[in-house]
Antibody, heavy 123, light 113 residues
């Protein structure tokens, strides 16, 4: 059974960079036709898509993040990562990694999700 | 960006009764090349990540009970729970997977009356 697990600091200071890693187990990240995505959800709020990456390196990002986001893949470790720069309190949220099958130009639904990790931005 | 609008924001339904959630997209999510609607539905319970229920508007994900069904095409979609069970109490989200940026509806909270 495919599993995804987010890891990284739970507290980040304002203006610094948020860095999270998603480790995929039970399957290979280097599988054709699957994208790997990052999403977030502020507490008691709705879902926001941050971006997707393909194992070959293609990426798609949400323009609302104004170039603050970078997603990369490490095939050797079966991991993909999120970096979000210049964070503010508005970036406080649960961050999820997920798998997106059958993507067209990076657009996908998500069939497997990690449990999520809460990242708080505070000094 | 495609804006997804869900209604109602919340609803209370008696056990065993039908629950209906609507989702409207600001533009069509129907791919003419394969005649599929790129619309998914998720269920989220407190403290858990979203769980995929329905994709391509009407295809039930493996393991999802058949009391959950999706319908609609183009810009108007519906998630129906035919006979509400206690374990169905959750927030339900629709998502368009037609184009990036991927966008979600605001969610519908389903409770027991």
């Amino acid at each position: 059974q495919l599993q995804l697990h987010e890891s990284g600091p739970g507290l980040v200071k304002p203006s610094e960079t948020l860095s999270l890693t998603c480790t995929v187990s039970g399957g290979s990240i280097s599988t054709d036709n699957y994208y790997w995505g990052w999403l977030r959800q502020p507490p008691e709020n709705g879902l926001e898509w941050l971006g997707n990456v393909y194992y070959g390196g293609s990426t798609y990002y949400n323009p609302s993040l104004k170039s603050r986001v970078t997603i990369s893949v490490d095939k050797s470790k079966n991991q993909f990562s999120l970096k979000l720069t210049s964070v503010t309190a508005a970036d406080t949220a649960f961050y999820y990694c997920a798998r997106g099958p059958y993507a067209v130009r990076g657009a996908a639904y998500f069939d497997f999700w990690g449990q999520g990790t809460l990242v708080t931005v505070s000094s | 960006d495609i804006v997804m609008t869900q209604s109602p924001d919340s609803l209370a339904v008696s056990l065993g009764e039908r629950a209906t959630i609507n989702c409207k997209s600001s533009q069509s999510v129907l791919y003419s090349s394969n005649n599929k609607n790129f619309l998914a539905w998720y269920q989220q319970k407190p403290g858990q990540p979203p769980k995929l229920l329905i994709y391509w508007a009407s295809i039930r994900e493996s393991g999802v009970p058949d009391r959950f069904s999706g319908s609609g095409s183009g810009t108007d979609f519906t998630l129906t729970i035919s006979s509400l069970q206690a374990e169905d109490v959750a927030v339900y989200y629709c998502q368009q997977c037609y184009s990036t940026p991927l966008t979600f509806g605001g969610g519908t909270k389903v409770e027991i009356k």
